[in-house]
C-alpha cells in the first residue's frame, strides 16, 4: 500500500501523541521533501522535528516532475509541502493522500487522489480496533486545545461514524 502525507496530519497526530497509528495503520508512510523540511526546519515545529526524524516509518521521497509541480502550484496557490503530496501522490499512483487542508484535499479529489485526514486516521485505528471510542473523543479535545482547526459540525459528523 502506497500512503503519502502532507505537514499537518503529522503534526496532528504528534501532538496527541499517536503518530504510531501511521505505523500500524500502513506500516510505512512517505512524505514528500517540502513536507520533511518544513517538519524539521519550521521553528515552529522544533519539537515534533527530532520525533519525525527519528521516525522509521516516514520515508522522505522526492517528487520527479517538477514541471507538474510548478504548473499545480501556479493554478492552485497551493503551498510546496501540499503541492507535492499530490503530485506525489499521483506519480506513484498512491492508495490514500493524508491531507488536512480544504483547498488542498479539493484539489486532490479533483485530480481522482484517494483522501483522508487526521479524523479519518482516528476513525480507521478506531474501526481497526486500536483506539477506543473515548480515546478519540479525548483526542479530539487535545487537537483542539493544540490549535489544530476542526469544526464542531466536522467533530459531529465523526463521531456519529463510530
Not at 44 to 54: D, K, P, Q
Not at 95 to 101: A, K, N, Q, R
Amino acid at each position: 500500500m502506497i500512503v503519502i502525507s502532507d505537514t499537518t496530519p503529522v503534526i496532528a497526530l504528534i501532538k496527541i501523541n499517536r503518530l504510531d497509528l501511521l505505523e500500524k495503520l500502513f506500516t510505512e508512510v512517505l512524505i514528500p521533501d517540502a513536507v520533511f523540511d518544513e517538519l524539521t526546519t519550521k521553528s515552529s515545529f522544533t519539537n515534533e522535528a527530532a520525533i519525525v526524524i527519528s521516525c522509521s516509518f516516514l520515508k522522505k521521497t522526492s517528487v520527479q516532475n517538477k514541471k507538474s509541480l510548478q504548473i499545480l502550484q501556479a493554478a492552485s496557490g497551493l503551498d510546496d509541502g501540499e503541492s507535492q503530496a499530490i503530485i506525489l501522490a499521483d506519480e506513484l499512483k498512491s492508495d490514500v493522500l493524508i491531507i488536512d487542508e480544504k483547498k488542498g484535499r479539493k484539489v486532490a479529489q479533483q485530480l481522482g487522489i484517494t483522501i483522508t485526514g487526521t479524523i479519518g486516521i482516528l476513525i480507521q485505528a478506531h474501526n481497526e480496533g486500536i483506539i477506543s471510542s473515548d480515546e478519540i473523543k479525548q483526542y479530539f479535545d487535545q487537537l483542539k486545545n493544540s490549535n489544530i482547526r476542526l469544526s464542531d459540525s466536522l467533530i459531529q459528523q465523526a463521531l456519529a461514524m463510530l
